[in-house]
């Protein structure tokens, strides 16, 4: 793909950090490619000290627009002019669009989720129970998309106790959902809390490097109906087992596809062309073998 650079070229990109692995650049571009429009996605790997120059220097050089992925998510909402609803109930941004000057944040992770769920997953969340691996930006997003698709429990578990915490306080106050109960990490794999679970959801980054250990037993895997890991680099020993099992899974590549159809028609005011968006990302997959 050779994509000839203007004067009028709009830049569009992401922050994170790390941020090379990211496949974001290979079908937003297609997509820009697709339709014929002359913008451009570049990713920007930004450490944290730099963040607060780096939103900056969206109005500094006219930047449409970017994602925002780990670790900023949450961060970032310091240094952006307004915020969408959901941003603003979930305190987390993935998204910032630069309107004459003044950013706005929105988050497109939550909806990205349970796009790919409902449409490449087939299941509904509507009356499951949840168990969620994870407290980070991602888990605030994808369980308020959650509840708003009217889920009976979530189960959080995560390393720190205290984020966990958190993210249950917050649900509770800015969404006010009760029925949610944190699950010490080390009590993860205890056999009562698998009884009724329809779904795992990983948004955790474990599992994006080859020896990356399994969080949950085998033996309480068999027991879900559904398993979702949002990590997207590599098969993770969760999916791996989810599907030794025959259990229904996604892994995070959908997601990705579809929250970044979002910030895309966001950026532009076109549809994203979600077929091409997918058929560039798969191949790219395809070829890194």
């Known amino acids: 793909m050779i994509m000839e650079i203007k004067g009028t070229t709009k830049i569009t990109g992401i922050f994170g950090y790390p941020v090379k692995h ?22 920007f790997e930004i450490k944290p000290k730099d963040l607060k120059f780096a939103t900056k220097s969206i109005k500094i050089f006219s930047i449409v627009g970017v994602n925002v992925t780990i670790p900023h998510k949450k961060e970032i909402i310091k240094y952006i002019d307004e915020l969408d609803t959901t941003s603003e109930i979930l305190g987390v941004v993935n998204t910032i669009h630069n309107i004459d000057g003044k950013l706005k944040g929105y988050t497109t992770d939550g909806d990205g ?27 605030y997003a994808i369980c308020g998309a959650l509840i708003k698709e009217k889920v009976n429990y979530i189960f959080i578990s995560n390393r720190t106790y205290e984020n966990a915490l958190k993210l249950k306080k917050h649900l509770n106050k800015k969404l006010n959902f009760k029925n949610v109960e944190i699950i010490p990490f ?7 809390i698998w009884k009724n679970i329809d779904i795992i959801i990983n948004t955790t980054s474990v599992g994006m490097k080859e020896n990356d250990p399994l969080l949950i037993e085998k033996s309480n895997i068999e027991k879900v109906k559904f398993v979702y890991d949002i990590v997207y680099n590599r098969k993770t020993e969760l999916l791996k087992v989810a599907e030794e099992l025959k259990i229904p899974n996604l892994d995070g590549l959908s997601m990705l596809i579809y929250q970044g159809a979002i910030s895309f028609e966001i950026w532009t005011g076109k549809k994203a062309p979600i077929e091409i968006m997918k058929k560039s990302l798969y191949e790219k997959i395809k070829s890194n073998g």
């Open 22 to 43: 990211s496949l974001s650049p290979v079908f937003q571009n297609s997509a820009f490619e697709y339709l014929g429009l002359d913008y451009i996605y570049i990713p």
């Open 113 to 139: 989720f349970i796009k790919s769920l409902k449409e490449e997953g087939n299941f509904n969340p509507k009356n499951k129970n949840i168990f969620i691996l994870g407290a980070g930006g991602s888990s």
């Open 186 to 192: 080390e009590k993860r794999n205890e056999k009562n």
